[in-house]
């Protein structure tokens, strides 16, 4: 699922992306709430123009509660709408509705003084590979209108999906590829799984979440692998993994051994965690 992303593909991604988002009335840019800024691309503030656009944060159940409302105060903060949503769960998707309906309202209603009826409002979900694009088109159509699998370069007809009577959505998403540029950036997309694991070194993935949890979240580091305070405060990161692999029984396997973390991390083991935090806005801009 993975796309190798050259320049002549992002080029592409870029034009296709612009094409769709003239068709549109409202675009929906989709992110991972555990990383909304590091999951965004940043093309998008220049090829969507004038069009309405709501940041929304997907996978909501996977990120820390209180960083997600500092994020969405943050976008409305600098007038920027946003709102987030759990599309797996169906958590979020009649609010995010409604906000379509509200940002079309003035222009319906402008129409009707006309004499104009509405019409259906159009929506494009847009975004980079993982954020959940496939999963939210099928939540709002239904699974056997969607079409999942999408990617850029494969082009086809535009179809659009009718839900809800007053919605039409383009039966593909959009496609952005990540920002890898930023070092950081690429270990928290690796971290959550949204850039598959052989891009980078599982150990230096494994490290970069041993490192944030012992930071941020330390009693769950110590909970879930019975460590005592001293295991994390008086040795390197890479002695813990180092001492967490012969703990485990990995002898000096230490890929089995990150393996094991990030599948935990990926799969909540380790609680509910969000990568970007408050005030590292700057240096993903
Ligand atoms: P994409 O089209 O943007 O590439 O993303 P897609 O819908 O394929 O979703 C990527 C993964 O994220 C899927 O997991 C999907 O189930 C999961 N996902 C989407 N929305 C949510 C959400 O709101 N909450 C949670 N917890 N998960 C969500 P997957 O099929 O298991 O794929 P993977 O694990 O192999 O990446």
Redesign the pocket.
């Known amino acids: ?1 993975t796309i190798q992303w050259f320049p002549g593909h992002m080029a592409k991604a870029r034009r296709e992306a612009t094409e769709k988002i003239n068709l549109v009335d409202i675009v929906i840019e ?1 992110v991972d ?1 555990r990383l909304p800024e590091s999951s965004r691309n940043p093309i998008i503030n220049e090829i969507i123009g004038n069009k309405p656009r709501i940041i929304v944060l ?5 990120a820390d509660g209180a960083i997600t409302d500092y994020w969405l105060n943050y976008y409305q903060s600098k007038g920027i709408r946003a709102m987030a ?5 169906n ?1 979020g998707l009649k609010q995010l509705q409604t906000q379509c309906r509200e940002i079309m309202q003035p222009y319906f209603d402008k129409k009707m003084a006309q004499g104009v009826k509405p019409r259906a409002i159009r929506l494009i979900i847009l ?12 939540r709002f159509v239904g699974k056997n209108q969607a079409q ?3 990617k850029p370069g494969v082009t086809k007809a535009q179809r659009w999906l009718k839900f809800e009577k007053d919605f039409e959505l383009l039966d593909t ?1 959009g ?1 952005l590829w990540p920002k890898f540029e930023d070092p950081q950036v690429g270990l928290k997309l690796a971290a959550s ?2 850039i598959k694991d052989q891009l980078l070194a599982i150990d230096e993935i494994t490290l970069y979440v041993l490192d944030f949890m012992k930071q941020y979240y330390p009693q769950r580091l110590l909970e879930r692998y019975q460590l005592t305070a001293s295991d994390l405060d008086d040795q390197s990161t890479t002695d813990l993994f180092i001492q967490m692999t012969a703990k485990f029984g990995y002898q000096d396997d230490y890929e089995q051994m990150g393996q094991r973390i990030l599948h935990d991390f ?1 799969q ?1 083991n380790l609680g509910r965690v969000s990568l970007d935090r408050p005030n590292e806005e700057a240096s993903h801009a």
């Open positions: 699922k989709l709430a997907n996978k909501m159940d996977m949503i759990d599309a797996q769960h958590k975004g980079i590979p993982n954020v959940g694009k496939s999963t939210l088109i099928n999942t699998g999408n998403p496609i799984g949204a990926r909540l």
